[in-house]
C-alpha cells in the first residue's frame, strides 16, 4: 500500500518513549508532520531530528505537531530524545506496521530503512509526501507544505 495525496492518516498505535500507546488517528484536529528515519543516532537521522527540533517553534507556530517513527525501541528513543533535547513525539515501529501502512519503501537497493516524511491537513488527510535521503531536506519541505495549507485558508 502507498499513501497518496488526498488518503486519511492510518489509524494505527505505536508505543512512544514511555512505553505508552499513541494513536496516530489522535492527531486529527490539527495538521501532522510525521517522518520515517532509519535509526537513532546514526548521523544523518541526528541531523534531520535536530533540523526538527530547531524549527520545532515553527511547526508549532503553523498549527502542527511532529511525530518521528523508527524501528528503534522506546529505550533507544528516550536516549536519543534526551541526549538530543528533542521536544516532539517519536514512536517505536519494531514491526514496520506503519512503515508499510504508509507505504515507507527502503533506500539504496534496500539496504537503507526508508526516509520519508508526510504532511497531513488538520482533517487527517495527507497534503505532501517527499522521499529523500537528504535529510536536511525534510523540515523545509514540510514547513513549505503547511505555509501553503494555511494559505488555502
Do not use: W
Amino acid at each position: 500500500m502507498t499513501l497518496k495525496s488526498g488518503d486519511p492518516i492510518p489509524d494505527i498505535s505505536l508505543k512512544d518513549k514511555e512505553g505508552k500507546l499513541f494513536s496516530l488517528s489522535g492527531l486529527k484536529g490539527k495538521a501532522a508532520v510525521i517522518y520515517f528515519y532509519p535509526r537513532n543516532f546514526t548521523p544523518g537521522c541526528t541531523t534531520e531530528a535536530c533540523d526538527f527540533r530547531d524549527k520545532y517553534e515553527d511547526f508549532k507556530d503553523l498549527g502542527a505537531e511532529v511525530v518521528a517513527i523508527s524501528a528503534d525501541s522506546e529505550a533507544s528513543h528516550r536516549k536519543f530524545v534526551e541526549q538530543y533535547n528533542l521536544p516532539f513525539i517519536f514512536l517505536s515501529d519494531p514491526e514496520n506496521k506503519a512503515k508499510k501502512a504508509f507505504g515507507v519503501k527502503a533506500s539504496l537497493l534496500g539496504i537503507i530503512p526508508g526516509r520519508e516524511t508526510f504532511v497531513f491537513d488538520k482533517n487527517g488527510l495527507l497534503r505532501m509526501r517527499y522521499n529523500s535521503l537528504k535529510a536536511a531536506q525534510h523540515t523545509t519541505k514540510a514547513i513549505d507544505a503547511l505555509k501553503e495549507m494555511e494559505h488555502e485558508g
